[in-house]
């Protein structure tokens, strides 16, 4: 499984924007890249995913480089409910591979 | 509309001791995941069930894991024979679909903390 490598821990203040890194420079063509995030006490939830082309959502933007080798998850104005768990995670069209692979993500805190 | 459940949300048993873990997902959905997340460590994959049969348990540490989803609905984990290692958050996810574009969407989890 291709590997993705991020901070361990960033801040921000709030209302701010966040750009989380992500490299994943083993990435293959077909591997989609995942963002999910775990708030403290409870499940993780999805945030946002692509594949080739910069991605828009209401909870967050995905830019991903041009080679497809790193991607940065940006928040646009962080609130203190943003402060969590960031993973990066990709996903293969390969036979049975629905599991998701966490690592250990990146810790952000957001101060008032 | 009601997200996966998981009960209970806290589990404390003495060594030795069997554990039932039970998941409910999302209505309809047909895959179904366990996960287990050790203090300051990501989830780690345990079992994949689409519909009631084990697609995947790659993940299951050794044979004292069991899974089954019955009904293709509501999942138990079982522990038999608990160890101190086995103390975690033990997550469950469901999904409507699989594939490299479906979104899994966890429960709140169950500790269970092995004396």
């Known amino acids: 499984d291709a590997k993705t490598t991020q901070p361990n821990s960033m801040e921000s203040n709030e209302e701010e924007p966040v750009h989380l890194p992500c490299n994943h420079s083993?990435?293959?063509?077909?591997?989609?890249i995942h963002w999910y995030r775990q708030l403290p006490s409870q499940g993780p939830e999805y945030v946002i995913h692509?594949?080739?082309s910069n991605v828009n959502n209401r909870m967050a933007s995905l830019a991903i480089a041009e080679d497809r080798k790193s991607s940065t998850l940006i928040l646009h104005r962080a609130t203190l409910r943003d402060a969590a768990v960031y993973y990066c995670?990709?996903?293969?069209?390969?036979?049975?591979?629905?599991?998701?692979?966490f690592g250990t993500g990146t810790r952000l805190q957001v101060f008032p | 509309g009601a997200g996966v459940s998981q009960t209970p949300s806290n589990k404390v048993t003495e060594k030795g001791k069997y554990v039932e873990l039970r998941c409910d997902p999302i209505s309809g959905h047909t895959a179904l995941y366990w996960y287990r997340q050790s203090l300051g460590q990501g989830p780690e994959f345990l079992i994949y069930f689409q519909g009631t049969g084990a697609a995947d348990d790659s993940g299951l540490p050794n044979d004292r894991f069991f899974a089954v989803r019955p009904e293709g609905s509501v999942s138990t984990l079982k522990i038999q024979r608990t160890e101190r290692g086995d103390s975690a958050v033990y997550l469950c996810a469901s999904s409507s679909r699989t594939g490299p574009t479906d979104t899994q969407y966890f429960g709140p989890g169950t500790r269970l903390t092995v004396l």
């Open positions: 083993t990435i293959s063509g077909t591997d989609y």
């Open positions: 692509g594949l080739t």
């Open positions: 995670i990709l996903r293969s069209r390969s036979y049975n591979t629905d599991k998701l692979i």
